[in-house]
T-cell receptor, first 113, second 114 residues
Framework: GENVEQHPSTLSVQEGDSAVIKCTYS??????FPWYKQELGKRPQLIID?????GEKKDQRIAVTLNKTAKHFSLHITETQPEDSAVYFC????????????FGTGTRLLVSP | DSGVTQTPKHLITATGQRVTLRCSPR?????VYWYQQSLDQGLQFLIQ???????AKGNILERFSAQQFPDLHSELNLSSLELGDSALYFC?????????????FGQGTRLTVV
């Protein structure tokens, strides 16, 4: 089955710096890659997703890139702010049928003022 | 507010006991997913239901079971509880059963087994 690895497990940056979180997946048939943000004590929320027919997607300060050949995708956050501090999870799935969403182990991002 | 409601928010119980966690999906969503999040761990997929039928299964223990009722709410039953079952259990729902649609998470049920 699908396996998703996520790095780093923790990431500390200064406010205004960029942050990059990387994930690799094992199932070449996976074609949907969402990213979720989980603030302390709260539920995970989707922040951005990308499908395999697209190499990059941006939404303001957040971008996701996908390299299907290498089977990895990354989350890029520019001009980080303290409110970006949270745990970020990547996930992967196949969009055919009823496929489970497999999550990475999460990255704890700390943005210091 | 995601529109997904989970009850109870907190649950403390003893080893060997059985508990039931409840989830009401967003209005109109047919698919319900259950995830387990242990301390400082990721989200482990347990099981998915779509319109009352089991559709996908993860690493769910035999001591755990779930169902989705005709009104689309779902229950996760955990029995013969062990200390290691202590975790945050999330329910999520989506409009269709396919995994490429956004899943909306509830606030979770924090289970503590003592």
């Amino acid at each position: 089955g699908e396996n998703v690895e996520q790095h780093p497990s923790t990431l500390s940056v200064q406010e205004g710096d960029s942050a990059v979180i990387k994930c690799t997946y094992s199932d070449s048939a996976s074609n949907y890659f969402p990213w979720y943000k989980q603030e302390l004590g709260k539920r995970p929320q989707l922040i951005i997703d990308i499908r395999s027919n697209v190499g990059e997607k941006k939404d303001q300060r957040i971008a996701v890139t996908l390299n299907k050949t290498a089977k990895h995708f990354s989350l890029h956050i520019t001009e980080t702010q303290p409110e970006d501090s949270a745990v970020y999870f990547c996930a992967a799935s196949k969009s055919t049928g009823f496929q489970k969403l497999v999550f990475g182990t999460g990255t704890r991002l700390l943005v210091s003022p | 507010d995601s529109g997904v409601t989970q009850t109870p928010k907190h649950l403390i119980t003893a080893t060997g006991q059985r508990v039931t966690l409840r989830c009401s999906p967003r209005s109109g969503d047919l698919s319900v997913y259950w995830y387990q999040q242990s301390l400082d761990q990721g989200l482990q997929f347990l099981i998915q239901y779509y319109n009352g039928e089991e559709r996908a299964k993860g690493n769910i223990l035999e001591r755990f079971s779930a169902q989705q009722f005709p009104d689309l709410h779902s229950e996760l039953n955990l029995s013969s509880l062990e200390l290691g079952d202590s975790a945050l259990y999330f329910c999520a729902s989506s409009a269709t059963g396919g995994s490429d649609t956004e899943a909306f998470f509830g606030q979770g049920t924090r289970l503590t087994v003592v």
